[in-house]
């Protein structure tokens, strides 16, 4: 699940980390490079060395993001939430056609959204167990919260790396 970097993140440190997935991804994507003059749309879609290009992190974020919240929600009600919360690592998710700045702000919903369903867990709630569909272990709530946060930090830290290397 989580790396060694989230395997302790709090459920506040979570929500906070979340929250800043938004400015972060911006951060990298849509700061102005002084030695070109390159469309930052043009640059985050420009493929790199794993395959993906920068945008497609961005929107894997987002997917990551929002099925958390999802599972957040269903949670509450007892439902087995998707399968591929056993597998967050594996969520991808593909628009060839939006501009950067509406995925950028696609993220900023998702992330505020995902943030404030993860302040709304009452304490008691972090350590009950999450039925995943097709999956025999149960993780945690709170381990399911790490794991989010540590597949879109991957994320985001490829996004970096992609930029870097498209540049």
Do not use: C, K
């Not at 989580?2 to 929500?15: G, Y």
């Not at 990298?28 to 490079?33: F, I, K, N």
């Amino acid at each position: 699940m989580a790396s060694s970097a989230t395997s302790h993140l709090s459920p506040d440190d979570a929500a906070v980390a979340v929250r800043s997935f938004p400015r972060r991804f911006r951060a990298v994507l849509a700061r102005p490079d002084d030695d070109e003059r390159v469309d930052p749309d043009e640059l985050a879609r420009r493929v790199g060395p794993d395959g993906r290009s920068a945008a497609d992190h961005l929107l894997a974020a987002d997917a990551v993001l929002s099925l958390l919240d999802r599972t957040l929600e269903e949670a509450r009600g007892g439902d087995v939430a998707h399968p591929a919360v056993g597998d967050l690592a594996g969520v991808w998710a593909d628009d060839p056609h939006s501009p950067l700045g509406r995925l950028l702000d696609q993220l900023e919903g998702t992330a505020t959204t995902t943030a404030g369903r993860i302040d709304a867990v009452a304490t008691d709630d972090w350590a009950a167990g999450v039925r995943i569909a097709g999956v025999d272990a149960t993780p945690s709530l709170l381990d399911v919260v790490r794991d989010a946060v540590d597949v879109a930090a991957g994320h985001l830290r490829a996004a970096e790396r992609t930029i870097q290397a498209v540049r």
